[in-house]
C-alpha cells in the first residue's frame, strides 16, 4: 500500500516568516472553504425547501406522496455523488487539487440554476420533474468530490500536529451554509406569505447562491497547488490507473464508508431535515425550526474545530468510540423525551446534543479517513468512501425517516436510524484501528 507522509508545506507560499506563514496558510482555509461554503449551501438549500418544490414539480393525490417524490428527487443527487467522487476524483489525482476544485464549483452552479429557473409542473408539464432530477444530478455529481477535494488540500497544507483542526475547517465552512440558509428562510417567512412562498420565494435562495458564484470562482482561481502533491514523484496519468488503485484498496473504502456514515446521517438529520421534520412531525410553526436549524449551524461551527482539536491532541479513534456510544445509549430517549411534548426549547435541546455528536465525530474521523488513504488514489479513495455513505445513507435520511414514522407510527423513529448509522460508524473505527495496526495508516500519523 502506498502511503505519503502528509507535511508542513509553508514553501509552496514562500512564506519570510513564520507569521507571513500563518497569514498564507489562513487565506488558503478562507478561499478553499469558501467554495465549500457555496457547494453545501447549493446542495442543502433544496432539502430546506422540500415542502414548496413537491408542490411545484411533483403534485400527488396525498401531501405525503407528494413530499416523499420530492424527497426522493433530493436523495438522488446522492446516486451520483460516489460516480463523481471517482471521475472528478480521479482527474484531481491526476491533475492537481486546484483544478478539481474550480471544476467541481462550476458544475454545482450549473446545477443549482437548472433547479432555480425551470417552470414548474402546471407550466411545461412532466418535463419540470425531469430536468429537477437531472440538476440535481449535477449537483450530486459536483459534491460526490467536493468534499474529498477539500479535506485532502487542507490536510496537505496542515502544519504537523494541526492535522485534524485544519481538516474541520471544511466541515465548518459546512456550517456556515447552515445558518445562512437558516438566515435568509427566516427573512423569507417574515416578508412574504406561505401562498407566495409556494408560488415563487422557494426559488429565491436558489438564485442567491447563483449570484455568490463569481466572488468564489475568482477565490478559488487564486488558490496555490499544494506541496504535497507536488512532491509526489508520480502522478496517474491515467483515470483508468487511477480506478485501478481505488479498487485494488477496496478494504479501506469499505472501512472509511463505514465510518462516514454515522457523519452523514447525523448532519442531514439535523440540518436539512430539521424544517420537515419540524412541520410535518411535530407541527411547529416554520418560523421556529428555521431557529432550530439556525442554532445548529452555530453549534456546529464551534464543536467542528474543537473535535479537530481533540483529536490533534488524544487521536482519532478515541473520539469516534466515544460519541458513537453515546449516540446508542441516549438518541432514542432524547427522541422519545422530545415527541412526547413537542415544544420548540425541546428540539432545540435535542438537535443541539445531537450536534454535539456531530462536531466531535467529524472532527476526528475526516483526517483519520485522509491518513489512511494511499497517497496517489488519496483524493478518490476518500471520496469514494465519503460518497457511498452519503448515497446509502445520509441523502435519503429525510426520506427514509420520513417513511418510518409514516409506517410505524413512531415520530421518534429518525432516532433509530441515527442509532443504526452509529453502531456502522463504531464498527468502521475498529476495523480502521486493525488497517493501522498492520501498517495501513501508520506513515501517516
Not at 443527487?77 to 460516480?83: A, E, I, K, N, T
Not at 485544519?166 to 416578508?191: D, K, N
Not at 442554532?295 to 464543536?303: D, E, Y
Request: aromatic residues 12%.
Amino acid at each position: 500500500m502506498q502511503t505519503l507522509l502528509i507535511e508542513d508545506d509553508s514553501a509552496v507560499y514562500g512564506a519570510a516568516s513564520p507569521a507571513g506563514d500563518r497569514r498564507a496558510k489562513i487565506g488558503a482555509v478562507i478561499r478553499v472553504a469558501s467554495g465549500n461554503f457555496l457547494e453545501m449551501y447549493d446542495f442543502i438549500v433544496y432539502g430546506y425547501y422540500a415542502g414548496y418544490i413537491a408542490k411545484t414539480f411533483f403534485p400527488a393525490n396525498s401531501e405525503f406522496a407528494s413530499l416523499m417524490l420530492s424527497l426522493m428527487t433530493f436523495g438522488v443527487g446522492y446516486l451520483m455523488r460516489p460516480v463523481g467522487a471517482i471521475v472528478l476524483g480521479a482527474y484531481i489525482d491526476r491533475m492537481g487539487r486546484r483544478k478539481g476544485l474550480i471544476v467541481t464549483l462550476g458544475l454545482m452552479a450549473f446545477g443549482t440554476l437548472t433547479i432555480a429557473v425551470t417552470p414548474g409542473y402546471a407550466t411545461i408539464g412532466l418535463a419540470a420533474p425531469i430536468i429537477i432530477v437531472v440538476g440535481r444530478l449535477l449537483q450530486g455529481l459536483s459534491a460526490g468530490v467536493e468534499l474529498g477535494g477539500v479535506s485532502v488540500y487542507l490536510a496537505e497544507i496542515a502544519t504537523r500536529g494541526r492535522r485534524g483542526f485544519y481538516c474541520s475547517w471544511q466541515s465548518a465552512s459546512q456550517q456556515v451554509a447552515v445558518v445562512f440558509t437558516a438566515l435568509i428562510g427566516l427573512v423569507l417567512t417574515g416578508m412574504i406569505s406561505t401562498d407566495e412562498m409556494a408560488s415563487y420565494g422557494w426559488r429565491i435562495p436558489l438564485l442567491i447562491g447563483c449570484l455568490i458564484i463569481p466572488v468564489i470562482l475568482w477565490l478559488r482561481g487564486s488558490l496555490e497547488e499544494t506541496a504535497a502533491f507536488q512532491k509526489m514523484q508520480q502522478h496517474p496519468r491515467r483515470a483508468g490507473e487511477v480506478f485501478q488503485l481505488v479498487a485494488a484498496n477496496w478494504r479501506l473504502v469499505l472501512i472509511g464508508m463505514m465510518m462516514t456514515v454515522f457523519t452523514t446521517t447525523c448532519f442531514y438529520l439535523i440540518t436539512a431535515y430539521t424544517p420537515t421534520f419540524g412541520k410535518q412531525a411535530l407541527h411547529l410553526a416554520p418560523t421556529q425550526t428555521f431557529v432550530v436549524t439556525l442554532c445548529v449551524g452555530l453549534a456546529n461551527f464551534f464543536w467542528l474545530p474543537v473535535g479537530g482539536v481533540v483529536s490533534d491532541r488524544v487521536g482519532r479513534r478515541p473520539l469516534l468510540f466515544l460519541v458513537t456510544i453515546l449516540t446508542l445509549l441516549t438518541a432514542y430517549p432524547a427522541m422519545s423525551w422530545l415527541v412526547a411534548a413537542p415544544s420548540f426549547g425541546r428540539l432545540l435541546a435535542v438537535e443541539l446534543w445531537f450536534s454535539f455528536f456531530f462536531g466531535m465525530y467529524n472532527g476526528a474521523m475526516v483526517p483519520l479517513l485522509v491518513e489512511i488513504m494511499p497517497a496517489k488514489v488519496r483524493t478518490a479513495a476518500f471520496a469514494f468512501a465519503y460518497s457511498l455513505a452519503t448515497a446509502i445513507f445520509g441523502g435519503f435520511t429525510p426520506a427514509i425517516c420520513t417513511y418510518l414514522i409514516e409506517a410505524t407510527g413512531n415520530k421518534g423513529a429518525p432516532a433509530l436510524w441515527l442509532s443504526l448509522a452509529a453502531t456502522i460508524s463504531l464498527a468502521g473505527a475498529v476495523l480502521s484501528k486493525r488497517v493501522a495496526q498492520v501498517g495501513g495508516s501508520a506513515a501517516m500519523e
